[in-house]
């Protein structure tokens, strides 16, 4: 059995973390609002929210990566 | 016990996802990401302003003085000019100017938001049958400047008639920190958790 997280939870969360970091960035003056800058980086975020969702790389809080390992290695 | 007639079936090799390769994969997706991110950013850099089209040859400036909070500042502006610092509450005195009268006259001022494009003020079509080469007013500033959160706008305007047009664009910029306009607390709220559900979702389920 593979590893895996939450996908639709990280796509979604990762388009809205885009879109507010588009905000925030304009607002800090890194660059202009435009057509492009507010679609790709929620795109970005919805690329990157969708990966750590699919692999679940984030370590559980509390547990080693050598508890996860062997966890996995048994099924 | 088991016949020695039985094939002796092996069963395929499946090789199991472990901690390395799914690391691996999420590092190459976020590289990627953050590549396509950072080459906006290069994308995205001061861009010229001030006429695009100017066949008329016409000219114009403006004196922004401050009130309310803005009470004792003042900034000019002037057609040519690439940028200007905005202040969020005072008047404008404007004026305008061609070398020689133009008729019907009409054209806009548009800030653009990204996809949303507002049109600030909007004008004619005027006749302008007394042949005036030159017009000045006073503007407020409206008073939703207030609450516009701090950054670089892009602003283009117009004016065509029946003997030319005259075009340009300026970046408008408003300065202040990012919690200084409602719309910037929100922003920056929704970052952090947006951010605090992108790592839960890449947190593994607990197997069974």
């Not at chain 1, 370590?59 to 508890?67: E, L, Y």
């Not at chain 2, 004792?72 to 020689?100: C, F, I, Y």
């Not at chain 2, 602003?155 to 065509?160: I, Q, R, V």
Request: glycine share 12%; with cysteine.
């Amino acid at each position: 059995m593979s590893r895996r997280g939450r996908p639709v939870l990280g796509a979604i969360c990762g388009l809205i973390f885009g879109g507010f970091l588009t905000i925030d960035l304009h607002i800090m003056n890194v660059w202009k609002l435009s057509t492009a800058s507010e679609i790709v980086l929620p795109v970005v975020g919805l690329a990157i929210g969708l990966a750590l969702g699919l692999t679940g790389v984030v370590p559980r809080p509390g547990r080693s990566h050598d508890d996860d390992d062997g966890h996995v290695a048994r099924h | 016990m088991r016949s020695k007639l039985a094939p002796r079936v092996r069963a395929p090799r499946v090789r199991l996802p472990r901690w390395g390769d799914s690391r691996r994969w999420a590092t190459r997706l976020v590289a990627v990401a953050v590549m396509g991110g950072g080459g906006l950013l290069v994308m995205a850099g001061p861009a010229a302003a001030t006429f695009t089209t100017n066949t008329t040859n016409c000219a114009g400036s403006a004196t922004i003085v401050g009130t309310g909070s803005d009470a004792g500042k003042t900034v000019s502006v002037n057609a040519n000019d690439a940028k200007v610092t905005m202040l969020r509450q005072g008047h404008v005195n404007w004026e305008g100017s061609v070398p020689t009268a133009t008729h019907n006259n009409q054209g806009n001022v548009v800030i653009h938001l990204g996809l949303i494009s507002v049109t600030a003020k909007s004008w004619g079509p005027s006749k302008n049958a007394s042949n005036k080469v030159s017009k000045a007013g006073v503007a407020r500033i409206p008073s939703a400047l207030k609450l516009v959160p701090p950054g670089t706008y892009h602003m283009t305007g117009y004016n065509s008639s029946d003997e030319g047009t005259c075009a340009g664009s300026m970046e408008l910029r408003f300065t202040g920190s990012i919690l200084s306009s409602p719309i910037g607390i929100v922003a920056v709220i929704g970052t952090l958790l947006a951010a605090i559900g992108v790592v839960f979702a890449g947190i593994a389920k607990a197997l069974p």
